[in-house]
């Protein structure tokens, strides 16, 4: 149980162009989902947090205008990269929290490694 | 500011080679400290959920154990299939998971 996905696994593409990522809870209900980015050998960094039906809280530092974030439902969130370019190429990683569980676990999609180029 | 600090950044053991992996922590309000295992490439891979000290949980080889300043991880006869970076992260009252850099664990056969 409590298992995530994320779509594409992968993805390359040209400086400038707008790249999405979906992340969905396949076997529950997320309230909250929340978007991660790690750099190679680094932590995991928190981006923003969304629940279902309202706007994202970003963290201090992450362009709100550049990483747009749409929680639609209970078991899908998206996480688009706008006019993307080579900084932006990183590992990014989605997690979903349970409903009705223990509000803090976290559970982790596999990742979407993106590379701008 | 709180805080999460894993050690050591990495560790190399002979299968079978018992041992230990720490996390030091400085939070206000602690909801929670979690382990999390992550393969390159991957996700990270939730074992344990930790609340208060004293606390202890238990998954195969893998033993968690907390206190009010720290927690390890142990792990008991390792196998290579062990090998894998751990990742502690604490919940304070903020809510929001913040990370270690993690220890990456290799285990030879």
């Known amino acids: 149980g409590a298992v995530v996905s994320q779509h594409p696994s992968w993805v390359i593409c040209k400086s400038g162009t707008s790249v999405k990522i979906e992340c969905r809870s396949l076997d529950f209900q997320a309230t909250t989902m929340f978007w991660y980015r790690q750099f190679p050998k680094q932590s995991l960094m928190l981006m923003a947090t969304s629940n279902e039906g309202s706007k994202a809280t970003y963290e201090q530092g992450v362009e709100k205008d550049k990483f747009l974030i749409n929680h639609a439902s209970l078991t899908l969130s998206t996480l688009t990269v706008t006019s993307a370019h080579p900084e932006d190429s990183s590992f990014y990683i989605c997690?979903?929290?349970?409903?009705?569980?223990?509000?803090?676990?976290?559970?982790f999609g596999p990742g979407t490694r993106l590379l701008v180029l | 500011e709180d805080q999460v600090t894993q050690s050591p950044e990495a560790l190399r053991l002979q299968e079978g080679e018992s041992s230990s992996l720490n996390c030091s922590y400085t939070v206000s309000g602690l909801r929670g400290l979690f382990w999390y295992r992550q393969d390159p490439g991957k996700g990270p891979e939730f074992l344990f959920t930790l609340y208060s000290a004293g606390e202890e949980k238990e998954k195969e080889r893998l033993k968690a154990t907390l206190t009010k300043k720290e927690s390890f991880l142990h792990i008991t006869a390792p196998k290579p299939e062990d090998s894998a970076t751990y990742l502690c992260?604490?919940?304070?009252?903020?809510?929001?998971?913040?990370f270690g850099k993690g220890t990456k664990l290799s285990v030879k056969p």
């Open positions: 992260a604490v919940s304070g009252s903020q809510g929001n998971l913040i």
């Open positions: 997690s979903a929290g349970l409903a009705g569980g223990p509000e803090e676990t976290q559970y």
